[in-house]
């Protein structure tokens, strides 16, 4: 199956490395142009040079810069499509409710639902004008049952972007615009991820792995993949969907 994206652009957050990379690199391969976001502006310099990638440094908790931000992109052209692989676990690891603290629940709710609420809020005025766009959300597994990780700011999380996914669903479906999300399984997609899973242990390691059909991690293409078929013109009549990529899951 041939996915063109050519003359659409794209904005996709958490683009420095892992998931958010490699949903660039695909879309880029499909001919499309993407602005990609990230706060951390090192990592996004991995993408200098890269045809049709423009890079923009942002603290998606702030709605405020991201409203900046999304009028730097809008000033190039308008914008096809969003999705939204920015979130993880900001460094956090798992440990009893009573650790929990103020701080370190917004933190994760910052990064994992409100900077997708405030860049799909500063985009689609644009996509209405339109009368056509893609919403894609990179949420998890994490968001349809209890969190592997054990951190329960990003189970809580994940569950509210799944819900923000669907309620954007019904919101923007009739302006033409699709909104679906994709729900990863365990992908070692970076470092936190990668320390997680060596935290795990051996005998944790394999029961997770005897838990997925197909006998594997995840890797970055395993969701890049997804976001482009629900990116593309093939997925028309797809929208207020959570799709599961994750080997398969007992």
């Given at each position: 199956m041939q996915l063109s994206f050519a003359g659409k652009r794209f904005v996709v957050t958490g683009a420095a490395q892992g998931i958010g990379a490699a949903i660039v690199a695909e879309l880029v391969a499909g001919g499309a142009k993407v602005a990609a976001v990230d706060i951390d502006g090192p990592g996004l310099a991995r993408l200098d040079g890269v045809p049709g990638v423009t890079q923009h440094v942002c603290d998606l908790g702030n709605r405020d810069a991201v409203r900046a931000m999304v009028a730097e992109?809008?000033?190039?052209?308008?914008?096809?499509?969003?999705?939204?692989?920015?979130?993880?676990?900001?460094?956090?690891?798992?440990?009893?409710?009573?650790?929990?603290?103020?701080?370190?629940?917004?933190?994760?709710?910052?990064?994992?639902?409100e900077g997708t609420l405030w860049c799909v809020q500063a985009l689609v005025p644009g996509m209405k004008a339109q009368g056509e766009g893609r919403v894609i959300t990179i949420s998890s597994g994490a968001g349809l049952k209890p969190s592997l990780t054990g951190i329960q700011a990003y189970c809580s999380a994940k569950h509210a972007l799944v819900g923000l996914t669907k309620q954007l669903a019904l919101e923007l479906g009739p302006k033409g615009i699709t909104v679906n999300s994709v729900a990863p399984g365990f992908v070692l997609s970076n470092p936190s991820t990668e320390r997680q899973w060596a935290a795990f242990g051996a005998e944790r390691q394999q029961a997770v792995m005897n838990n997925i059909h197909m006998r594997r991690l995840g890797a970055?293409?395993?969701?890049?993949?997804?976001?482009?078929?629900?990116?593309?013109?093939?997925?028309?009549?797809?929208?207020?969907q959570i799709i599961s990529v994750d080997g398969g899951h007992a």
């Open positions: 992109v809008l000033s190039d052209g308008p914008v096809y499509g969003f999705v939204g692989s920015a979130g993880g676990v900001r460094g956090q690891v798992g440990g009893p409710l009573e650790d929990v603290t103020p701080e370190s629940w917004q933190a994760i709710f910052q990064a994992n639902v970055p293409q395993d969701i890049a993949n997804m976001v482009a078929f629900l990116a593309s013109d093939k997925a028309d009549w797809v929208c207020g």
